[in-house]
Structures are given as structure tokens and as C-alpha cells.
């Protein structure tokens, strides 16, 4: 407990102020003197936990004793609820159940705990219905419009433990088993798929809340889902404290977590891996509902904010592995979302599509392809340290074209550090949403190997709004054997300075093979080098009505190494405020030098006859 020191208050509200707080420290202290209430599943309420007993009264008549308790001077007491080891069998046999089978409201400092995950299983019975039912025949409706919600058709499972406006619980050591293979399903009930209540956990409206060892698997829609609705604004310095911890969320039907509200969740290295995989056999198709995601943060009337992702997997969903979308031009409602040490694998769908603000990838590894990135530069999306490859899973080529698909969507993005691999696919397609400088993606100490055997035809690599900095290499890779020349476009045409390397920056084409098309020429910041390598070749666009411009600042060096070339086609300014280098062998049309333009200390060095170009 934080320490609490009153201090000296002037005026009628000070004095008000420092005894409400000293009543609640005298509060605390008073729950913290009371006796730890202890009950047990099966000697209190009953239950018999051997899987073939229906244990659904046992588990709400516990909900309903620790709501009751909840009312009275004693519900601010600690209690622990005891699961001993054990299946317990629930869920309702009739047309459709309403009520959540453990729903807790207003209860406080309360563990539930169960011996362990192994061991320790609440599973629904086989043969319960989800989905569209017609009432009258309880035969699987399928409607047929896309957008159905007609109540009367509705036949939801409910929510196995749900918490509302509850404070300081925590659930501990169980499975819960939505057991959807043996579901009775019926016909697509909302948007798409069956939108219908059919959770493992749903947290309300509560504070403090932590779920650890848990394996929540199987359900007709969300493992998890967090809707608080309790921060005033995205910048609320009030965090609600929602923890997952060393939990596994998989095979559920919608989501492993849904966060559509909350300010301050943090899930440490948990698993939200294979929604929309599991295959009903009378279907001979999965259970999937849109968007069939890993993590979906989308918040509905509120506010997602100080979110922390840490060492958890997001691996082969039906929908993406993280899903974050935005939609109208609207104030931002999500901030500081920080995904660290995590594993984004897009195998039949992408590994990552963010369109709301303030999100930043730390030491990430991303597997298949990342797509749009934030529309606003202000709450620009970041990478820092993440490696991006187009790595198979189990057989299966990783999603997409290329690993970063940004198709004028977004502002600002930036890389820091970060590695790109590309073993079949192409690297990136990114291009700024608009063509100020503002705009342009940012490239920081990047790495960019070309590992292909041989890539699809109809695809490029494109980065026509960037600035970089540090030091970035493209390399090829050891398997790449195509003897294709390989384009990189760099730059916008029609957009002077939309490819640029900033003072101090270093760029290195390294990678033979390849030519690295300026549509808008290149600018080379203060004291910045490019090295262009063998069997590379740096070529400015020869655009309609515009002149191919290359700039080499004050102390900037441009080198062409031996076997690499540099092609200016007529009418190309190059004006050479550092220093242009022509290795011994390197390529460039010698009509061109003609036409260099030196300025300040500016100089040309050619260290042999060049070659014309072939």
C-alpha cells in the first residue's frame, strides 16, 4: 500500500479532502484486518467436477453467494473461491442460454482459483446450440441477407466468467473449454460469421483485475474480451490495472482478446494464436466471425490506451494476427500502444493491420505482411529493433506480396533498426499518404536482404517518400539466385527530395543485381555517403517535363564501386557540394561528367578512365 501523508490544507474543501482520505486509508486497513474468507467449489456449492455431472448451479450459485456478499460491510474482505482439481461439465441443454455462467458484479478482493490448467477444466457439454435457430422448428436458420439480427433467431452460449464493475479479482490456474467442435451450429447471426455472446472471460467496467495461468481455448467467439468504459478521455491519468499473464488464448472463433475499451492492460508473454481454425465437423468448414484476429483493439464509445503487449505470440489466424483499424477522420481514441519482444505470424491473413494512433513494435518479429500504418503523422506508427521476413509456417507461405504494404494510407512511419528479409516476396511497397516532407516514412540504421530464389512476377519494391539515416544497407541474401534484375524504386516522380539520405546518414546498395530508380533524382544530406556496389546500379528517371536532379551536400560523399554504375540520363543535374567517387571499373556515361556541377568545395574523383555504359 503507498504510503499516505497528509499535509496542511487552508480553507473548508482542503480539510474535506484530507478526511475522506484519511477514512479510506482507515478503510484498507480495516479489509486488510478481516479474516480471509475461504470456499470451495465442491463442498460449498456443490459441484461434483467429473465430467459427466452438470456442474452449471454449483458455479452460479457461487456467483450468486459472492454477489450477495458483495452488498454487505463484509464484501470488501479478501475471499478466495477454491476449484479443486477436476472437469466441471456446464452449459445449459435447452434452446439458448442467457444467463453467464459465473458473473460477477460490484465484488471486491476476491481470488478464484483452481489447482491448475491442467488439471483444473471448466468445459461446456457437447451438443449446445450457437448460431441462428428458427424458434419454431430449432433448426439452424440461415438467413438470407448478409446483415441478420433478428432476436428471436438468436441462440447465444453466453459468457463463462464474466466481471462487472468488480475491483481487485483475480482468476488463477483453470482451463476454460468452450469446446466448440462439438457445438450444435447454427446459421450466421449479425455482420458476418455469428457475432453472439460466447466468451471465455468479459471484464466490465472493473479495475484491478489480473488472469494468470489460464487456457482459454475453444469458444464461439472471444478467449478474452475488456470493455471498460471508464477513462474520461484517451489521456485519463487514471489506469485500470488489467494484467494477463502466462495465459494461453487460441482456437476461439472471433478473438483470442477483444479490447474495446480500457486505459492500462498489460498481457505478458500469452498467446492469442489460431481464431477461426477450429473445423465443425458437421460444417466440414471453421467457426470463424470477423475479423477472426489475434488481437483486435477497436474501441466502441471509448477509449483504448496504455496497452503493453510483452513477449506474446499472435500466430496463424483466420483474420490478422493484430487488428487495429480506424474509421471517419475523428479525435484519436487509442494512445500508446506498445507491442515488445512479440511474434506476428500472418499465414492466410495479415500479421498486423493498424490504422489507429500511437502504436510502437519493439524488438518484434513480424512474419507475413504488416499493412497501412497511421493516417496521422502526429500519432505516426513506429518499429523499432523488429526483423520483417516472409517466413513459411509448418509449409505455408506468410501472407501478402511484400512484408510492408503502405499504399499512400499513412504518415511518418518509421524504422529503427529494424531488418527486413524477404525469402519469396518482395520487401515494401510504402508510399506516404501525401508528398510533403512531413509525410515521408523515416528509415533508421534499416537492413534489407534479398533472399529470393525467385520472385512472383507483377510486383516491385517501392519506398517513394523516404528519408534515411543511420546507416542502411540492402544486401542480397545467400539463396538469391535469380539472375533478374531486381528495381527499387526510390522516390515519388514529380516530388523533388522525396528520396533523401539526412545529414550523417549512410545508404549502401550492396546488393547485386539491382537497380535503384530515382523517378525524383536523390538528395544527400551534410556529411552523408552512398556506396553504390558491384553489379548495382543507381539510375535517375528520365521524367516528361521535369529534370532528374542529384545532390551531393557539403562534406556528403556518393561513391560508385568497381562493377557498380551510375546512370544520369541527358539533362541531369548533378551538382557536387562533397564529393563524387568513380572507382577504377565503375559504369557511367562520360557525356554526363561533362555536365557535373561543382560548387563550394565540391570535386569530382576519378580514380580511372570510366566506361560508357552498355
Keep these: 500500500m503507498n504510503n499516505l501523508c497528509l499535509k496542511y490544507f487552508i480553507g473548508y474543501k482542503g480539510v474535506k479532502w484530507a478526511i475522506g482520505a484519511l477514512l479510506l486509508l482507515l478503510s484498507g486497513f480495516a479489509a486488510l484486518a478481516q479474516p480471509t474468507l475461504h470456499k470451495d467449489l465442491k463442498k460449498d456449492f456443490g459441484a461434483v467436477g467429473d465430467g459427466r455431472t452438470n456442474d452449471q448451479a454449483a458455479f452460479q450459485k457461487a456467483a450468486d453467494f459472492f ?154 467467439r472471444d478467449g ?62 471453421p467457426l470463424y466471425s470477423n475479423p477472426g484476429a489475434g488481437i483486435d483493439i477497436e474501441p466502441e464509445g471509448g477509449y483504448a490506451a496504455n496497452v503493453r503487449l510483452e513477449s506474446c505470440r499472435l500466430v496463424d489466424n483466420a483474420g490478422q494476427a493484430l487488428v487495429s483499424d480506424r474509421y471517419g477522420s475523428g479525435l484519436p481514441t487509442t494512445k500508446n500502444i506498445v507491442l515488445r519482444d512479440c511474434l506476428l505470424w500472418g499465414v492466410s491473413n495479415w500479421s498486423a493491420w493498424v490504422r489507429q494512433t500511437d502504436f510502437l513494435f519493439e524488438n518484434c518479429r513480424i512474419y507475413g505482411a504488416f499493412v497501412t500504418g497511421c493516417a496521422l503523422a502526429k500519432y505516426a506508427t513506429r518499429f523499432v529493433g523488429c526483423i520483417f521476413e516472409d517466413r513459411p509456417y509448418r509449409g505455408e507461405p506468410a501472407y501478402g506480396q511484400h512484408l510492408v504494404y503502405s499504399n499512400q494510407e499513412a504518415r511518418a512511419m518509421s524504422f529503427t533498426n529494424c531488418r527486413f528479409v524477404g525469402t519469396r516476396n518482395y520487401l515494401l511497397l510504402a508510399v506516404p499518404a501525401a508528398p510533403d516532407s512531413a509525410s515521408r516514412f523515416r528509415l533508421h540504421d534499416c537492413a534489407f536482404e534479398m533472399d529470393n530464389a525467385e520472385l512472383p512476377l507483377g510486383g516491385t519494391d517501392q519506398l517513394t517518400g523516404v528519408v534515411f539515416s543511420g546507416n542502411t544497407v540492402f544486401t542480397n541474401g545467400p539463396h538469391r539466385t535469380d539472375s533478374l ?81 551510375l546512370e544520369l540520363p541527358p539533362g541531369t543535374r548533378l551538382t557536387v557540394a562533397g564529393e563524387l567517387v568513380l572507382e577504377a571499373g565503375a559504369r557511367v556515361d562520360p557525356a554526363a561528367l561533362a555536365r557535373v556541377q561543382t560548387v563550394g568545395r565540391g570535386r569530382l574523383r576519378v580514380a580511372a578512365p570510366s566506361k560508357v555504359k552498355n
Design 67 to 220: 454477489n450477495q456478499r458483495a452488498k454487505t460491510p463484509a464484501g470488501t474482505g479478501r475471499a478466495v473461491l477454491h476449484l479443486p482439481a477436476g472437469t466441471y461439465l456446464v452449459g445449459e441443454p435447452g434452446f439458448g442460454i442467457r444467463d453467464d455462467l459465473f458473473q460477477l458484479n460490484d465484488c471486491r478482493n476476491l481470488l478464484i482459483l483452481g489447482d491448475d490448467s491442467a488439471t483444473t477444466e471448466i468445459r461446456y457439454a457437447d451438443s449446445l446450440r450457437y448460431g441462428a435457430f428458427d424458434p419454431d422448428t430449432r433448426l439452424p436458420y440461415e438467413a438470407p441477407t448478409a446483415w441478420f439480427t433478428d432476436r428471436a433467431y438468436d441462440v447465444g452460449l453466453s459468457t463463462c466468467i464474466s466481471l462487472q464493475r468488480c475491483e481487485n479479482v483475480e482468476i488463477a490456474s483453470l482451463t476454460l473449454n468452450g469446446n466448440s467442435p462439438r457445438l450444435l451450429v447454427g446459421g450466421h447471426w449479425g455482420d458476418t460469421g455469428i457475432q453472439l455472446a460466447a466468451d471465455g472471460v468479459f471484464v466490465s467496467g472493473s479495475r484491478f483485475i489480473r488472469l494468470r495461468k489460464l487456457a482459454v481455448h475453444h469458444f464461439g
Design 224 to 285: 478474452i474480451q475488456v470493455l471498460n468504459h471508464l477513462a474520461k478521455s484517451v489521456a485519463d491519468p487514471v489506469q485500470e490495472g488489467i494484467v494477463l499473464e502466462n495465459s494461453r488464448f487460441d482456437y476461439n472463433g472471433r478473438q483470442g482478446l477483444s479490447i474495446t475499451g480500457v486505459n492500462g492492460l498489460r498481457a505478458t508473454n500469452c498467446s492469442f494464436s489460431h481464431t477461426g481454425r477450429v473445423v465443425i465437423p458437421s460444417l466440414n468448414k
Design 485 to 565: 534484375a531486381r528495381e527499387i524504386v526510390l522516390g515519388r516522380a514529380g516530388v523533388p527530395g522525396s528520396a533523401e539520405v539526412a545529414a550523417r546518414g549512410s545508404l549502401q546498395l550492396r546488393a547485386p543485381g539491382c537497380r535503384y530508380r530515382l523517378p525524383a533524382g536523390l538528395r544527400l544530406g551534410q556529411a552523408s555517403s552512398v556506396i553504390v556496389g558491384a553489379s548495382s546500379a543507381l539510375v535517375l528517371s528520365e521524367q516528361t517535363g521535369q529534370q532528374p536532379a542529384l545532390y551531393i551536400g557539403p562534406k556528403a560523399r556518393l561513391t560508385v564501386r568497381q562493377g557498380g554504375a
